[in-house]
């Protein structure tokens, strides 16, 4: 009996492992199967990871060629290759660029050429050489006779005025200088440089109502109707000629303002000692070492 009783517990200790067995061997089976499942999203996720390495590599290459393009095309537009002036060895861009800085923007000449440097910097223009403050200045001076050429008055179909003078005197020939401006004032600021076009720039030797008058029907024409009226000294041959062309004139008023103090003070003794006196100064001070100490205008002689 007692064999017995010790062959019925040894009987039912291997049924539960076997019991536990048969588990053990259901959980192998899920284990081998999540097992099969991910080594195939591995294999996958190799595939994916070969697809992108390929797509780096042709994208790399891409980059590549589109850098060296870009490159190419910094060149085209910033380097020697580019479209050149005629005896400059700056493209044309550069030039637009530090000339528009001063014109468009109102920078200085040193300031324009900072920021081409930084620009060139910060985006990688590879601009061969950055131009001096110099050319700068050479290429603002030298646009002023192309915009005098091709820029076409606007803002005058309501009517304009002409402001006319002998400007500057070069040798034996004379400058009149002919700005158009628009006729009537729509606010109540001053006019600025925007407001006044150069309409016509003419060089003879000496000038006289009918010359002055021949301008006068070059800009008519130019514009395209008379002005209205017209603004100058007091000078007889600008006013006889504005009076040929029926054109209404005003005198400009610090000429006139200056004719009312020259008959004021004009054979007045005592100014004409004080003035005098205040040139003599002038030129017994101007070397002494105590000069610094007056006007920068009284220094000069």
């Given at each position: 009996?007692?064999?017995?009783?010790?062959?019925?517990?040894?009987?039912?200790?291997?049924?539960?492992?076997?019991?536990?067995?048969?588990v053990?061997?259901?959980?192998?089976?899920?284990?081998?199967?999540?097992?099969?499942?991910?080594?195939?999203e591995?294999?996958?996720?190799?595939?994916?990871?070969?697809?992108?390495?390929?797509?780096?590599?042709?994208?790399?290459a891409?980059?590549?060629?589109?850098?060296?393009?870009?490159?190419?095309?910094?060149?085209?537009?910033?380097?020697?290759?580019?479209?050149?002036?005629?005896?400059?060895?700056?493209?044309?861009?550069?030039?637009?660029?530090?000339?528009?800085?001063?014109?468009?923007?109102?920078?200085?000449?040193?300031?324009?050429?900072?920021?081409?440097?930084?620009?060139?910097d910060?985006?990688?223009?590879?601009?061969?050489?950055?131009?001096?403050?110099?050319s700068?200045?050479?290429?603002?001076?030298?646009?002023?006779?192309?915009?005098?050429?091709?820029?076409?008055?606007?803002?005058?179909?309501?009517?304009?005025?002409?402001?006319?003078?002998?400007?500057?005197?070069?040798?034996?020939?004379?400058l009149?200088?002919?700005?158009?401006v628009?006729?009537?004032?729509?606010?109540?600021?001053?006019?600025?440089?925007?407001?006044?076009?150069?309409?016509?720039?003419?060089?003879?030797?000496?000038?006289?109502?009918?010359?002055?008058?021949?301008?006068?029907?070059?800009?008519?024409?130019?514009?395209?109707?008379?002005?209205?009226?017209?603004?100058?000294?007091?000078?007889?041959?600008?006013?006889?000629a504005?009076?040929?062309?029926?054109?209404?004139?005003?005198?400009?008023?610090?000429?006139?303002?200056?004719?009312?103090?020259?008959?004021?003070?004009?054979?007045?003794?005592?100014?004409?000692?004080?003035?005098?006196?205040?040139?003599?100064?002038?030129?017994r001070?101007?070397?002494?070492?105590?000069?610094?100490?007056?006007?920068?205008?009284?220094?000069?002689?």
């Amino acid at each position: 009996m007692k064999i017995g009783r010790e062959n019925s517990r040894l009987s039912k200790k291997l049924e539960n492992r076997e019991a536990k067995l048969r588990v053990c061997q259901a959980e192998l089976g899920v284990c081998r199967a999540e097992l099969s499942r991910c080594q195939k999203e591995l294999h996958k996720s190799d595939q994916k990871i070969c697809e992108l390495t390929k797509s780096k590599d042709k994208y790399k290459a891409d980059l590549k060629i589109t850098k060296d393009e870009l490159s190419e095309v910094k060149k085209g537009y910033f380097g020697q290759t580019s479209e050149s002036i005629k005896r400059h060895k700056y493209s044309e861009l550069v030039v637009k660029m530090c000339a528009g800085f001063v014109i468009k923007r109102h920078c200085s000449l040193r300031t324009s050429v900072g920021i081409l440097n930084d620009v060139n910097d910060l985006l990688d223009l590879q601009i061969p050489e950055i131009p001096s403050y110099v050319s700068v200045k050479n290429w603002i001076e030298k646009s002023g006779y192309h915009i005098y050429e091709n820029t076409t008055p606007e803002g005058f179909e309501d009517g304009y005025a002409v402001i006319t003078d002998e400007s500057m005197v070069v040798g034996s020939q004379k400058l009149l200088l002919t700005l158009g401006v628009p006729s009537s004032k729509e606010t109540d600021a001053a006019l600025t440089y925007g407001d006044v076009y150069v309409l016509d720039m003419s060089v003879q030797s000496s000038w006289n109502s009918e010359s002055i008058g021949g301008v006068l029907e070059t800009v008519t024409k130019k514009v395209g109707q008379s002005p209205d009226y017209g603004v100058s000294d007091n000078a007889s041959t600008i006013t006889k000629a504005f009076r040929i062309k029926e054109v209404t004139h005003h005198c400009d008023v610090g000429h006139t303002a200056a004719l009312c103090i020259q008959h004021v003070y004009e054979h007045d003794e005592e100014f004409k000692a004080f003035t005098k006196a205040v040139n003599d100064v002038k030129s017994r001070e101007v070397m002494r070492h105590k000069i610094y100490t007056s006007l920068v205008k009284v220094r000069r002689i």
